[in-house]
């Protein structure tokens, strides 16, 4: 066995005192280096598919390169330390053992040939690091190159509103500067109240009450606001202003709200300017931008339309109207951002600002003039085209976070939050030994996702809805992702960030779907509501309603008229045929049991119905 071992090695001593290159021996040497990494490497993948053989031979070839890489380093390691050892080391010319060396381990040639060794050894993985960054880079700049004629933005700040004059600026109001990270002013206000504080300029709750806020009723079921439990609530506080006994409930609240009519007065001024563009301090890696005037606004709508109900109620119908048009105007100043989250708060937004015209149509506040307003307002939204929008821009982040942590790979832990990085290591430093190439390639594998998935679903141009294309998308990402989710596959298939940065969009564009069809009928609602003030009553058909009152906008969902029916309680249903794409007889489907604490709508099955106020 010994003789054998001899005989195995890569280099020989020649007769003449030299070395000579033994090719069987470095064969198999290589050989030997090449199983020794390949066992361990397979293994790994195979526990990690719980030995699945038809899953795992796929990912074995993808794992080839590393295994080459590696098992070409141990054998550089090896054949390095024997090129510069000393002599007496190496087997004679036929193999045969060496004769008895006098030579120490330590001394100085042994120690030369480690370090000569392990020198060969990180030049192989110095060069195939430097290959792979080249060949990662080079096709990321190519299809960064193909994406870009297909008019894809990968540069965030190209994506952002253009700077606005303050004098034209809704945002550069003062309630407002104070909560944009851009500003000065936003530092400023941060440290006087807190890096925990409420991000909000008004907050309509007490919190020195043990009482919530009664703010629990949904408009969508028909469940008004109730002023009475919010005259209860305001009447008990000692910090909003009160009348000495109590009036109608309406009165109360408006009575209590007072104490932000400097605020809502100095909203009502900013509204007038025609444009609106919020300061926002983007951060290198993107992520971590912060953008607190996604709550500044929704606090301020909110009390906007509190305030705007409460009038309708005390019979200030101008007063009612004017809060309501605020109310959407804060709604709409976050159209034009390019990040998914200033959409969604967006589209809660347009539900408030829509449930306070709702009120108003139940207790029959409006005039035919303010009616005939919100239809050309509303007519004007395109929740589709804002999507489109604003999938760029979480395009845009993802990409800017890549390019931050190909930068900086010690970073992920950071970014991705407590496990988010559960198929990367979790010290920032090993992240290093990753090469650039692949976060190049994990860069183009999340483009790709994008351009399969998103794109293809999103509305068109025009803002045209496809719920069934949504769903099929949407469940095909979810399957390729989740097959692809175990740490060997995600790693291999370059799947990490796919699984860590791609949003669930089929939530985003349900939401899109819903918040553009509430609009459309609320379009409806209002020349139903014209007709009724005109002939005293609604129309047997919507096709009474043009052209006088109309033009009436089609079901999103189907691109077919509203589905409409006169009750004999003098009311009206109208509905859409939502999400599933069919009628269901203006059914609203509920989630839950009939006792359920979290019962509500379920918007994925059922038709999507103008609500009925509940008696």
Not at 255 to 271: G, Q, Y
Not at 321 to 342: G, H, K, N, W, Y
């Amino acid at each position: 066995m010994k003789t054998l071992y001899w005989k195995t090695r890569p280099l020989r001593l020649t007769p003449t005192g030299g070395r000579r290159l033994h090719w069987p021996g470095l064969a198999l040497n290589l050989a030997l280096a090449l199983v020794l990494v390949a066992v361990p490497v397979f293994g790994l993948v195979l526990i990690d598919l719980g030995f699945n053989l038809a899953e795992a031979l796929p990912l074995w070839l993808l794992a080839m390169p590393i295994v080459l890489t590696l098992g070409i380093a141990l054998a550089a390691l090896g054949f390095g330390f024997r090129l510069t050892a000393p002599l007496d080391c190496l087997p004679g010319e036929n193999g045969e053992p060496p004769a008895q060396r006098a030579t120490h381990w330590f001394h100085w040639a042994t120690l030369r040939a480690v370090l000569f060794g392990l020198l060969a050894s990180f030049t192989v993985l110095l060069l195939a690091r430097t290959l792979s960054d080249w060949q990662g880079r080079r096709a990321w700049e190519a299809y960064r190159a193909e994406a870009e004629k297909r008019g894809v933005v990968f540069d965030l700040e190209k994506l952002m509103p253009p700077p606005v004059p303050d004098a034209e600026n809704f945002a550069a109001t003062p309630l407002l500067r104070q909560y944009q990270s851009g500003n000065p002013e936003f530092g400023e206000s941060r440290a006087k109240r807190g890096q925990q504080a409420s991000e909000s300029p008004i907050l309509l709750q007490d919190p020195h009450l043990k009482e919530s806020w009664p703010n629990k009723q949904n408009w969508m079921l028909g469940q008004r606001w109730s002023l009475a439990e919010l005259q209860s609530y305001y009447r008990s506080s000692t910090n909003f202003p009160s009348w000495p006994t109590a009036r109608t409930a309406g009165e109360d609240v408006l009575k209590a709200l007072t104490r932000f009519d400097a605020e809502l007065a100095e909203l009502h001024a900013a509204a007038q300017r025609p444009r609106v563009r919020f300061n926002v301090q983007l951060t290198e890696d993107g992520v971590s931008t912060l953008i607190p005037h996604l709550q500044a606004v929704r606090s301020t709508l909110v009390a906007a339309a509190l305030r705007s109900v409460a009038a309708s109620a005390a019979g200030r119908t101008n007063e009612a109207f004017a809060d309501a048009q605020l109310a959407f105007r804060l709604a709409d100043t976050l159209r034009d951002e390019p990040v998914i989250i200033s959409h969604l708060v967006r589209l809660a937004s347009q539900s408030i600002a829509l449930r306070t015209m709702w009120e108003g149509l139940v207790d029959h506040r409006w005039s035919d003039a303010q009616l005939a307003h919100w239809q050309a307002d509303l007519a004007k939204l395109n929740f589709g085209v804002e999507l489109r929008h604003a999938m760029a821009g979480e395009r845009a982040f993802g990409n800017r976070a890549l390019d931050f942590l190909r930068r900086k790979p010690e970073m992920l832990p950071s970014i991705a939050g407590p496990g988010g990085g559960g198929n990367l290591p979790s010290d920032g430093p090993g992240l290093h030994l990753i090469p650039g190439g692949w976060f190049y390639r994990e860069q183009i594998s999340y483009n790709r996702m994008f351009d399969d998935y998103f794109v293809a679903a999103l509305p068109s141009e025009a803002g045209k809805l496809d719920s069934a294309l949504i769903r099929a998308k949407s469940a095909a990402m979810t399957d390729e992702l989740k097959r692809e989710h175990r740490p060997s596959k995600a790693f291999l298939r370059n799947r990490v960030f796919c699984n860590l940065l791609l949003p669930a969009f089929d939530k985003a564009m349900l939401r899109v779907c819903q918040a553009q069809t509430f609009t459309q009928l609320a379009i409806t609602a209002c020349a139903l509501e014209r007709h009724r003030l005109a002939r005293g009553s609604y129309p047997e058909s919507l096709a009474a309603l043009a052209p006088e009152f109309g033009p009436l906008p089609a079901d999103p969902m189907n691109g077919q008229p509203f589905h409409y029916e006169r009750t004999a309680d003098g009311r009206f249903s109208l509905w859409s045929v939502g999400w599933n794409g069919k009628d269901d007889g203006g059914t609203v489907a509920m989630s839950g049991g009939e006792a359920s604490k979290s019962r509500n709508i379920n918007f994925e099955q059922g038709d999507w119905v103008w609500p009925v106020p509940q008696q």
